[in-house]
């Protein structure tokens, strides 16, 4: 059972333009919401995480917006640079168990063209 | 700080073979994790151990095991390989301990292809 609904698979997108990846959820539970950004030959890197009692959450170029009500949750990134071509991981997790195992998305790979 | 080191970072293996995996966390992390990465199934949670015991177990089976040791070490092991056994394997570490802590550093995994 796929826990973590990711979409687009692929995007591209112009450099200096907005690019948005959105995940879905099913487990209420999950109370921890990462997002991972992997380039060619490299692990999974923490890029920005958000808990569900935050609505939305800022780091630099990049966003996180939760709907928990709708159980949804998408990255912006902004002013997107070709730097940030890579693929993007969403994830959930539950933290109050303890137990860390993350529940991924299937991934999106982003191109940002020049 | 070193970071998450994994070895090695290829293996070529062929069907029925057995395959041991290393993994050295951060300096001071104590929770190590491994997952699968394959094109079609994603990143799949294996398993993690904490101070030596394996605290938590994903859907994989009998064949892949694990263990850590004192100095917080992991390894890895898949017995009888099949061929959908070829994968990234991904070692993360955290703090771990009681209080949660969600940043978990990955490596850069091994890749495995069973032949």
């Known amino acids: 059972q796929q826990q973590v609904k990711q979409s687009p698979q692929s995007l591209i997108v112009q450099k200096g333009g907005i690019s948005i990846i959105n995940c879905a959820y099913e487990n209420t539970a999950f109370d921890y919401f990462p997002w991972y950004q992997q380039f060619p030959g490299k692990g999974p890197a923490l890029l920005i995480a958000i808990r569900p009692d935050v609505s939305e959450k800022k780091e630099g170029r990049f966003t996180i917006s939760f709907n928990k009500s709708a159980k949804q949750f998408s990255l912006h990134i902004m002013d997107s640079q070709p730097g940030d071509s890579a693929t993007y991981f969403c994830?959930?997790?539950?933290?109050?168990?303890?137990?860390?195992?993350?529940?991924f998305g299937s991934g999106t790979r982003l191109q940002v063209q020049p | 700080k070193a970071g998450v080191t994994q070895t090695p970072r290829y293996l070529i293996k062929t069907r029925g073979q057995q395959v041991t995996l290393s993994c050295s966390p951060i300096s001071g992390h104590r929770s190590v994790s491994w997952y699968q990465q394959t094109p079609g199934q994603g990143l799949q949670f294996l398993f993690e151990y904490f101070s030596e015991t394996q605290r938590n177990k994903g859907n994989f089976p009998g064949r892949f095991s694990g263990r850590q040791f004192s100095n917080s070490r992991s390894e890895m092991n898949v017995s009888t390989l099949e061929l959908g056994d070829s994968a990234l394997y991904l070692c993360?570490?955290?703090?771990?301990?009681?209080?949660?802590?969600?940043?978990?550093?990955f490596g850069s995994g091994t890749q495995l292809s069973v032949l």
């Open positions: 993360a570490s955290s703090p771990g301990g009681e209080v949660t802590n969600e940043k978990l550093f």
């Open positions: 994830a959930a997790f539950l933290m109050n168990t303890g137990r860390r195992a993350l529940t």
